[in-house]
Each structure stands twice: as C-alpha cells, then as structure tokens.
C-alpha cells in the first residue's frame, strides 16, 4: 500500500466514497476537482425546487447512514450538506486538489502507472502520478443544450437547469420549458407562482 497512490476525478459522490475507502485502507491517494469545493452534482445544481427523484435514503452510504433526511425526496442543500459533513469528518478536503481540471490521461506502459496533465487555478499545468486512476465524473457533469434553430437569436435569456441564473428575475415573465424529466417536475412548481405564464414542450 506504501508504493501505490491512486488519483480521482471528481470530488462529488463517488470520489467522496473511493476517497474514505482508500483513506481507510491506508493508500495514498489524490482527487482532481474541477470546482472550489465537494459535492460535485450536488454543489453545481442550484435551480429551484433541485432535489433528488428517488427516495433521500439512498442517498446515504452503507457505511455513514443518515436518518436525519427532512424530506422523503431531500432538497439539493440537504444532499450537499450531508456530502459536505462527510469530507469534514474524514478529512478528505485536504487531499483534493480544488480548482483543477483534468486536461488528458496516459498509461505508461513501461512505468506502469498513469499520467494525468492537469490546468490549476490560473491556468498553472501540472503532471499528477498514479498506480491506479479513478474517473469519479459522473454522467450529467456538463449540461448538453441541444441545437435548436433560431436559439442563438432569441432575445431573451436563455438557461440550463444545471446552470441556473439566479439574477434573472422571472416575476410576471413568459417561460417555456423545454423537456419533462425529473428537473422539469422540480423547476415547474418551483416557478410556477412566480412566473407570468409557463409553457413546457415534450418532444414525445
């Protein structure tokens, strides 16, 4: 275990999860973290009404179960706080390097370990070393608009649930919403009130 040293990308749920296992097993390990704190999905994703769409207890793990959920389907804050909790108590955050960005991955055969260019705060460049390399990145990291005619010219704002603005006030304004998923079940009630009128659009 002396001789290994194992690097993670991403600090959200899954990296959080290798970190303490591997913290726990006595490896030496680093995580890459794009942005300047934990949670990853739960610290980016900031629109109203965010939360989980299945129930908040599986969202705790084995190994640190949380029978303090307020809600049965727990709000964005309380997910990321209970992430948060967690790096705290296992004093994780002092091995993840914030504010970087993992630019390519290479095996090197010969050596037998993974080299990982990496562009810190500033654009610094750097090469990180590894027996073992953890891809913890999740699947709805960067948020996909798709390419719809005319969007470049509309000529109001336009936005992302996963990248919600908070400076754009949509009291009495006309909102369209483009998909049905479980951030439009959450968004809609959210905004409904608010808003002058909604209009969802579902391509099935």
Partial sequence: ADRCHVIVIGAGISGLCAAIKLKAAGIAYTIVEKNDDVGGTWLENVYPGCGVDTPSHLYSFSFALNPDWPRYFARREHVWRYLKGLADEHGITDDIRFGTEVVRADW???????????RGPGGRRDVLTGNVLIPAVGMVNRPFVPPIPGLDEFNGPVMHTAAW????????RRVAVIGTGASAMQVVPSIVDQAGRVLIFQRS
């Fill in 108 to 118: 090197d055969a010969g050596d037998a370990r993974w080299r990982v260019q990496v």
């Fill in 165 to 172: 603005r908070h400076e754009v006030d949509l009291t009495g």
